[in-house]
């Protein structure tokens, strides 16, 4: 069976930290989406570890990786990457596999991500600017390379067809940046690329699950980045919901099970496009200091604000979540009113839906307060010696979601998190 777990909100919300948790419950964590533009922190050894395409199982013995058709991966990262996790004791020719089918981000792929962006100007989407976009452009117009293609002799030529389709694109900006350096690390990241164990991920995948095996489907970013569900245009090139398992691992529906829906007791969100519960004062900046929100992959600040359930019970149904795990409700520790988006007012009206479009629209969140706990929780050892405010805070949220609060972090260590 195949149980998912993915963000629910803007990303970030604390997947990699939990999927390092549950991991041990599983014979096999396999990425399903996205690229390096993810950001998955995880603390190993009291050691901060933050990894961009590798599933978050690796720091786990007997549980296999696979990194899914679904992803992008670009070989330069995905080798720097290796090289820090296998300084840290993990041999991943053990317990890391890679679809064939999986798309390669080449270097004009950033190139061109770079170029677009400065084109938009004020209306850029903010990317993490690693290529994610055109890679999945190509793939979706079927000129992209794959993880397979490294293993063809004629691999070179391949590459030199598609850089020529990107550099008349390319003569289309005002862009001229030498991408001589880029392409030799990238053809000696490909050496190593062919050293890894490529796989028919489908194949190897479904075998697991015949035979009975448990498998943690992990996503990146986060439900509203979604591109057909997220706010567009400001989301992100691929299906952050549950439905983008099947399509990115190769698996049916049948065998998902459990959907595990990340989400920040706040909200938080990274490059731009609307968040409705934004808070741009000195509240927010309380958040982000509290919360140490600054990305993971590029270190811009991340804008914060209150929880958004109008949001979250959107990116629910879309997903049909079946528990949650609240993160980083120790943030919350230091103040006295703790706030809840229950609805929005949009001229002048009232609605628990999210509209088609959310930018452009002057979007009044609807708060509703909570008393604070006003003591520092990170150190409880168990879910019920949580104060009650806290339990009452959680307690409205699971009511308004339909859905379980079955875990609270309360840290970013890998035991600071409580079970119900
Ligand atoms: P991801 O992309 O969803 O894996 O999340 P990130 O790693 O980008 O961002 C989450 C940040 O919050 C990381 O710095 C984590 O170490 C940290 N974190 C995760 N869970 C908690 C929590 O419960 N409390 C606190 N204070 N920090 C947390
Ligand atoms: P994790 O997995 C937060 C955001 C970018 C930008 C938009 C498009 O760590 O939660 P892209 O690089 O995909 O073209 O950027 O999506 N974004 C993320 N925000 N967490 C992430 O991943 C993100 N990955 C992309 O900031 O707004
Ligand atoms: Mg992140």
Known sequence: MVDVLLGLQWGDEGKGKIVDYFAGKYDIIARFQGGPNAGHTLYVNNQKVVLHTIPSGVFHGNTLNLIGNGVVLDPVTFRKECEKVSELGIDLKKNLYIAEKTHIIVPTHRALDKASELAKGQEK??????????????????????????????????????????????????????????????????EFLRTMNIVSGEYWLNQYLTAGKKVLAEGAQGSMLDVDFGTYPFVTSSNTISAGVCTGLGVAPKWIKEVIGVTKAYCTRVGSGAFPTELEDETGETLRKAGHEFGATTGRPRRCGWIDLVALDY????????????????????????????????????????????NGLTIKPVLQSFPGWSEPTAAASSYAALPGEMKNFLSFVESYLGVPVQFVSNGPGRDQILEK
Request: aromatic share 10%; net charge negative.
């Open 125 to 190: 989407i903010g990317s993490t600017l690693k290529g994610i976009g055109p890679a999945y452009m190509d793939k979706t117009g079927r000129n992209g390379l794959r993880v397979g293609d490294v293993l063809s002799p004629n691999f070179k030529e391949l590459y030199e067809k598609l850089k020529a389709k990107h550099l008349q694109l390319l003569a289309n900006y005002d862009f001229s940046e030498d991408i001589s350096e880029w392409e030799k690390d990238f053809f000696e990241a490909v």
């Open 315 to 358: 990116t629910c149904m879309l997903s049909g979540v079946t528990q949650l795990v609240m993160t980083k409700s120790d943030v919350l520790d230091a103040f006295g009113t703790v706030e809840a988006c229950v609805a929005y007012e949009i001229n002048g009206i009232e609605t628990k839906e999210m509209p088609y479009q959310i």
